[in-house]
């Protein structure tokens, strides 16, 4: 998947592009991006891209399992869902929890 940016000569989007480079750096996953669309306010985009990391990941990555399930529960908030976002932050807590017991 690749970004592009619609205007060179925006200097407004390089000042954002420069700040999510130096915040993500230059290895990109879905994860990232989802982010980026998330705080770019394309709530539908971001939710697509963190389902589709889901189907990515291997069953037993649980830390970024977790990671996905955080995030589309931050953006089913962000589209002002009021269920779905606790029951998917609690879904990630509990891989979270799992992971965590496993490793003691």
Same mark, same amino acid.
């Given at each position: $998947? &690749?970004? +592009?940016?619609?205007? #060179?000569? @925006?200097? %407004?989007? =390089?000042?954002?592009?420069?700040?999510? =480079?130096? #915040?993500?750096?230059?290895?990109? !996953?879905? !994860?990232?991006?989802?982010?980026? $669309?998330?705080? $770019? *306010?394309?709530?539908? +985009?971001?939710?697509?891209?963190?389902?589709?990391?889901? !189907?990515? /990941?291997?069953?037993?990555?649980?830390?970024?399992?977790?990671?996905?399930?955080?995030?589309?529960?931050?953006?089913?908030? @962000?589209? *002002? @869902?009021?269920? %779905?976002?606790?029951? /998917?932050?609690?879904?990630?807590?509990?891989? &979270?929890? =799992?992971?965590? $017991?496993?490793?003691?």
């Amino acid at each position: $998947m &690749k970004l +592009t940016l619609r205007s #060179e000569n @925006d200097s %407004k989007l =390089k000042d954002v592009y420069r700040s999510l =480079k130096e #915040e993500i750096g230059d290895y990109v !996953t879905l !994860t990232d991006l989802g982010y980026v $669309m998330r705080r $770019m *306010g394309n709530l539908d +985009t971001a939710e697509q891209l963190h389902l589709k990391c889901l !189907t990515k /990941l291997n069953i037993t990555d649980d830390e970024n399992i977790s990671i996905c399930y955080e995030n589309l529960g931050i953006v089913s908030a @962000d589209k *002002g @869902d009021s269920d %779905k976002p606790l029951t /998917l932050i609690n879904d990630s807590i509990k891989i &979270k929890l =799992k992971s965590s $017991m496993s490793y003691t």
